[in-house]
T-cell receptor, first 114, second 114 residues
Framework: AQTVTQSQPEMSVQEAETVTLSCTYD???????LFWYKQPPSRQMILVIR??????QNATENRFSVNFQKAAKSFSLKISDSQLGDAAMYFC???????????FGKGTKLTVNP | DTGVSQDPRHKITKRGQNVTFRCDPI?????LYWYRQTLGQGPEFLTY????????KSRLLSDRFSAERPKGSFSTLEIQRTEQGDSAMYLC????????????FGPGTRLTVL
């Protein structure tokens, strides 16, 4: 079974600084997708960024970028120029190309200090 | 497009009672998912519908749980003979197509079983 591990339960960053959230996953499959979702306090989960495993180029969405290391099964999220609105729980998620099921990690709580 | 909606947002019930939750997906989305999220954990997959067909179910979905999507639009999740361990946030999500397409999440229904 696939598993997703987020080793940092909590992280903090100063406003305007850069922070990296870690994620590793375990799978025997070669075709899959990886996601980072953000869950603000008492608000619904929204997609931050996604990566197809067959793509070598790391995905980027404005201030958010990933470092995808397929051989190491690592998928970290970098947030540049952190803003107060970035404060949230961040979940890393995996989905096999053969399934619709998202497998989530336990999450990292990000605090942004002014 | 009003997004994924869920009703009720909060439900408090006594152990042994039955509860039913409703999810309305984004109107053109043919895929609908149910997840369960307990405190301090990431969401766990429960089940998935493509149109009205229930195509994937987790082992977490015990005999006391049943989900339907009778006309391929809204879905209901029923829990019979609730137990205290059923206390959690129940999340619904929907998506339009296969592959890396985003699953859009609703605000969730928080269930408390006394």
């Amino acid at each position: 079974a696939q598993t997703v591990t987020q080793s940092q339960p909590e992280m903090s960053v100063q406003e305007a600084e850069t922070v990296t959230l870690s994620c590793t996953y375990d799978t025997s499959e070669s075709d899959y997708y990886l996601f980072w979702y953000k869950q603000p306090p008492s608000r619904q989960m929204i997609l931050v960024i996604r990566q197809e495993a067959y793509k070598q180029q790391n995905a980027t969405e404005n201030r958010f970028s990933v470092n995808f290391q397929k051989a190491a099964k690592s998928f970290s999220l970098k947030i540049s120029d952190s803003q107060l609105g970035d404060a949230a729980m961040y979940f890393c998620a995996y989905r096999s190309a053969r399934s619709e099921k998202l497998v989530f990690g336990k999450g990292t709580k990000l605090t942004v200090n002014p | 497009d009003t997004g994924v909606s869920q009703d009720p947002r909060h439900k408090i019930t006594k152990r042994g009672q039955n509860v039913t939750f409703r999810c309305d997906p984004i109107s053109e989305h043919n895929r609908l998912y149910w997840y369960r999220q307990t405190l301090g954990q990431g969401p766990e997959f429960l089940t998935y519908f493509q149109n009205e067909a229930q195509l994937e179910k987790s082992r977490l979905l015990s005999d006391r749980f049943s989900a339907e999507r009778p006309k391929g639009s809204f879905s209901t999740l029923e829990i019979q003979r609730t137990e205290q361990g059923d206390s959690a946030m129940y999340l619904c999500a929907s998506s339009l197509a296969w592959g890396p397409d985003e699953q859009f999440f609703g605000p969730g229904t928080r269930l408390t079983v006394l």
